[in-house]
């Protein structure tokens, strides 16, 4: 897989797994301000945190060696055993090309519907006409329209707002601009426009938005005696516009929840503890995210044909540093299309393996010693004994490869071959 992909696979699944944080633990709370950094938190964190490398510290820990073996494993190319034949796994690169076609087209359309929402923004600033009022310089809509601001324009249709509650509208759409909610909105829907494959960036846009509404509708509530009034208010806007712009919008649409998140006891600051247990979650992606690292960078590296990828070292001195990467990895002689066809020849399906029907793929480890000789076999991931100790009887037996050098000089260098056992 192209390492772009790769890198919005890990963003996605970021982003969702921080909507069901904020789903689990964030959504019933009054921490308003909490919320909205925590949004933008995760969404700035799921973009970056595909591309912090700590491969080097990953790799001095013990404890996930054998979780960088098993995903370096499920990373590379394997060999499929059908009785004494060898075949390459199929690619599919017309599915990848055709993802990436379809994929393009929605950031297209979703690009041009956003410039076509800016641009209609921006048009009705022109045609609106500027007026003052209560010392707020505001832009007077010609036609009926909800009010709704875009940084720092607020826009107003002053014959739908009666006196009573223009002061509110005015300090709720005040709120919008003074905090610069427009920047999480334009944020927010930029990468939508990028993840528009992904159901949860679009709930948490929903959710983001909603928290900008509790936001502002908080800021008046506390500046007022008569909370009912406000609500009163906000149930007697009748014109209710569902569309979703990118401005921040004194609509109806979540009014219920608006209402009800008004009338809600505010949550003790003992409860703000909870946002803590974010930084566990980014830091397991951090760490989940770089134990594939070794695996990424030797898939992009190209190859006269397809190669497995190499394990991560496990380094027990000077002399004897077993390597992951070398710069000149070790190589079977021929090349990897004649080691399938040399293991095609040696192996032999067991029979008893075959007779009760199991199949499966065997992942073998071994190092390739400086004299090119296979030494320290083993599986890292099997299906069954017969099979594994099929695996490891020729993989034991192969002949010497050519060994990886590093500066010029031999050295040791680990190797993972998948082999898949597969019955007719």
């Given amino acids: 897989m192209a390492p772009e992909w790769i890198y919005l696979l890990k963003v996605n699944v970021g ?19 909490w919320r909205r950094i925590a949004i933008l938190c995760f969404l700035g964190i799921s973009f970056v945190y ?8 990953v790799n001095e820990q013990p404890a996930f060696s054998q979780l960088t073996n098993y995903y370096t494993a499920l990373a590379t190319e394997e060999i499929t055993i059908i009785g004494p034949h060898i075949a390459n796994s199929p690619r599919l690169p017309e599915i990848m090309t055709i993802a990436m076609y379809i994929y393009a087209t929605g950031v297209i359309l979703l690009g041009i519907r ?57 300090m709720h759409e005040q709120t919008h601009a003074r905090q610069w909610h427009s920047v999480d909105v334009l944020l927010c829907e930029t990468i939508c426009i990028i993840c528009w494959f992904n159901p949860f960036i679009w709930l948490l846009k929903t959710e983001m938005r909603l928290n900008l509404e509790y936001l502002a509708d908080d800021k008046v509530t506390g500046s007022m005696h008569n909370h009912k009034q406000y609500q009163y208010h906000l149930l007697g806007l009748a014109y209710t516009d ?14 219920r929840k608006r209402i009800i998140m008004m009338n809600k006891k505010r ?96 992942v073998v480890s071994f190092v390739v010693n400086t004299d090119g000789s296979i030494s320290d076999a083993k599986v890292i991931r ?16 192969m002949p010497k490869w050519k060994p990886a050098k590093q500066n010029g000089k031999p050295v040791r260098c680990a190797f993972n071959l998948p082999l898949r ?4």
């Fill in 15 to 33: 982003i969702t797994l921080f909507y069901a944080f904020y789903k689990l633990l964030c959504q019933r709370d009054t921490f308003f301000l």
């Fill in 50 to 57: 595909p591309l912090l490398n700590i491969q080097e510290w």
């Fill in 114 to 170: 956003f410039l076509i929402q800016l641009l209609s923004i921006i048009r009705i600033r022109r045609i609106g006409q500027v007026v003052y009022l209560n010392g707020q310089r505001i832009i007077s809509l010609p036609t009926e329209s909800n009010p709704f601001s875009f940084f720092g324009w607020i826009f107003l249709y002053l014959p739908q707002l009666q006196e009573d509650n223009r002061d509110e509208i005015l």
């Fill in 242 to 255: 569902k569309k979703n712009y990118l401005y921040n919008n004194f609509n109806v649409s979540h009014l």
């Fill in 267 to 362: 949550t003790r600051m003992t409860g703000c503890i909870k946002y803590a247990l974010f930084a566990p979650l980014a830091i397991a992606l951090l760490m989940v995210s770089n134990i594939g690292c070794t695996s990424n960078e030797k898939q992009n590296e190209p190859t006269e044909s397809p190669a497995p990828v190499i394990q991560m070292p496990e380094p027990t001195s000077a002399i004897d540093t077993v390597y992951s990467i070398a710069e000149e990895n070790p190589e079977f002689p021929g090349g990897m299309a004649e080691c399938y066809k040399w293991i095609g020849k040696e192996l032999q399906y067991p029979t008893t393996s075959a007779e009760n029907g199991i199949q499966g793929r065997v």
């Fill in 382 to 397: 099997g299906v069954d004994p017969h099979l594994d100790k099929e695996a490891l009887r020729v993989i034991s037996k």
């Fill in 421 to 424: 056992f597969k019955l007719n």
